[in-house]
């Protein structure tokens, strides 16, 4: 019988453990959103205490779709460098991250979202005492799209990476051969 300290396969990836830690946020972001180096450190540090698989804290798609400040925000292209940094820290420690992406939908205030918050229906949601917007058809697809891009501006800047790692070993291969 399987135990917890043995090796696990999910949908592709390989776990060196069956110990996964469960979505959790940590409030070491900027206030827009932004990982810290503190973040970093946090999720290096669960891989070296031996965690196979680490499920972000809630990581919102869009700027309206904040919370709280201090959570991770995927919105910007440019933060993929930072998300980048991020998984490699815990990839070098020997574990996995996976990414819990989140729209907070009427689960906010103004002064956190930047507008009126916005979702599904025109309901208001206890803890939250603004009454949200209900969502246009475009700005549901909008908040679609936004879910896909969070993912994929990481997976450009990795690309950009290796691309840029392979340019210096040929560079290097060059000088030497
Ligand atoms: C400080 C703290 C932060 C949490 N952050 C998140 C979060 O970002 N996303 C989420 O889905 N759940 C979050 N949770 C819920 C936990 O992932 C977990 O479901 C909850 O603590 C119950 O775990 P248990 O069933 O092992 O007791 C958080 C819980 C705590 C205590």
Redesign the pocket.
């Known amino acids: 019988m399987a135990n917890l300290f043995d090796q696990t396969t999910i949908n592709g990836m390989t776990l060196h453990n069956r110990l996964v830690r469960?979505?959790?946020?940590?409030g070491m972001c900027d206030q827009d959103g932004r990982p810290t180096e503190k973040l970093i450190n946090w999720y290096r540090d669960l891989a070296q205490g031996g965690i196979g698989l680490i499920?972000?804290?809630?990581t919102f798609v869009s700027p309206e779709g904040k919370q709280m400040p201090g959570?991770m925000g995927i919105h910007r292209d440019d933060y993929a460098g930072d998300y980048i940094n991020l998984t490699s820290a815990v990839h070098d420690a020997g574990g996995k991250i996976a990414v819990?992406l989140?729209h907070a939908g009427g689960q906010t205030d103004a002064k956190t979202a930047g507008q009126q918050p916005l979702a599904p229906s025109a309901v208001q949601v206890d803890q939250f005492p603004e009454m949200p917007a209900e969502l246009t058809k475009n700005q549901i697809n909008d908040i679609v799209t936004a879910f896909g891009e969070g993912g994929i501006y990481c997976v450009i800047e990795k690309k950009e990476r290796e691309k840029a790692a392979k340019g210096k070993d040929a560079d290097k291969d060059n000088r030497t051969g």
């Open positions: 469960s979505a959790t946020w940590e499920i972000s804290g809630y959570k819990q989140v």
